[in-house]
């Protein structure tokens, strides 16, 4: 237990741009813990040493959002001339992010289907640069066998990225399998509430250095109050995931029994296909999922989508609350085929019974329309 802060058991909210130094000499050495506002407070580093123990990082950066933990990733390892090979299943906004500002600044962005292990090798060219990953992916949930791709990855220098936002910390520990900078949209379950923007890279030793330069060469800081509340939010991260995947877990079981039901994407359950590998690596799951209905009019999922008592229409995930969305996403390369509307949901902290009704009564009213 640490005495710091007068033993305040939260690290305060330190709101500073300057930081005084006790004379000249001090100044000219920037001999000091904390030197500037934006290169760090005792609240940022708080939260940041406190992630990056639980990733089993060397060091780790909180940043302004996810979107710019991933920006921040690609641009502290590629530059003009270099080639990038981008998980097809990745967060939509990264992909319009390779395909606009990183395309300008003369990184080529090639996308690679999920099911890609040690073969990734090759895709790899002499100016492939970085290996980006998430698993599983997103709304279609696709786990990939990252110590194969590391693997592959390290035999020819090339740096390996992950978006871990799905499993967080507690459920992969990204640099034990090879990864060399994780990335979290802390907004989601580390802050945890839905009320923060942020995110983290987090870098091994060998990527530390660059991550710094560039995230001080671009200005890039979060604030003491986002920082705090994402702290907050670690405090409780363990008891709430395990609520989250417990409700997912029911929910996911019963739209299997469902006849309106396709198939369901959650790799916690026996038969989905990333199960085998999802089992080795990871130590649970979180409560995000999809699911592919069976084909339905228009007029079916208006219905079905309107009207839900405990699921919220919303973007982002990981609070207490329930969300569902209907799940649109770009593919280029992937094999992933649906007849029917996929759909994503968010297992909140609510009672699952609750849930399983809310979801009866969409159905309900699908029937009906
Ligand atoms: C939401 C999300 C992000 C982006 O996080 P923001 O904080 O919303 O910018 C990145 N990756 C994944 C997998 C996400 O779901």
């Not at 209905?293 to 919303?314: S, W």
Request: hydrophobic share 45%; aromatic share 10%.
């Amino acid at each position: 237990m640490s005495r710091e802060h007068f033993g305040a058991v939260a690290t305060p909210v330190y709101r500073t741009s300057t930081i005084l130094y006790p004379d000249i000499e001090t100044l000219a050495s920037q001999n000091v813990p904390y030197k500037y506002g934006r290169l760090g407070t005792p609240t940022s580093q708080s939260f940041e040493t406190a992630v990056a123990e639980l990733e089993g990082a060397a060091r780790s950066f909180a940043l302004p959002s996810g979107l710019n933990a991933i920006a921040t990733a690609i641009l502290a390892v590629c530059g003009a001339g270099d080639h990038l090979l981008m998980i097809d299943t990745c967060y939509g906004p990264g992909r319009s992010f390779c395909d606009g500002p990183a395309k300008r600044l003369g990184i080529e962005t090639e996308y690679y289907a999920p099911s890609h292990g040690a073969d990734i090798a090759s895709l790899i060219r002499p100016n492939t640069k970085a290996i980006y990953c998430e698993s599983p992916g997103s709304l279609t949930f696709e786990v990939q066998d990252i110590p194969a791709i590391a693997a592959a990855a390290h035999a020819r220098g090339v740096t390996v990225l992950m978006d871990n936002t799905w499993a967080t910390p507690l459920f992969f520990r990204p640099f034990e399998h090879g990864v060399d900078l994780s990335i979290q949209a802390a907004t989601k379950y580390i802050a945890g509430h839905s009320d923060v923007m942020i995110g983290v890279v987090s870098a091994n030793a060998d990527h530390v250095g660059r991550v710094e330069t560039f995230v001080h060469d671009l200005g890039l800081s979060a604030s003491g109050d986002d920082c705090f509340l994402a702290l907050r939010g670690l405090r409780t991260l363990p008891v709430r995931l395990a609520r989250h995947r417990e409700n997912a877990l029911k929910l996911a079981r019963w739209l299997q029994m469902r006849p309106e039901v396709e198939r369901v994407l959650y790799p916690a359950l026996p038969d989905d296909p990333g199960h085998a590998i999802w089992r080795r690596d990871f130590t649970g799951a979180c409560g995000l999922f999809g699911a592919v209905l069976k084909p339905a009019a228009k007029t079916q999922m208006t219905a079905f989508f309107n009207g839900f008592a405990h699921f919220g229409l919303g973007f982002s995930w990981g609070g207490y609350e329930s969300l569902i969305i209907p799940a649109r996403f770009t593919r280029t390369v992937g094999d992933f085929a649906a007849a029917g509307p996929v759909i994503r949901i968010h297992a909140g902290l609510e009672d699952a019974d609750d849930l399983i009704d809310d979801l009866a009564a969409g159905f309900a009213r699908m029937k009906e329309a």
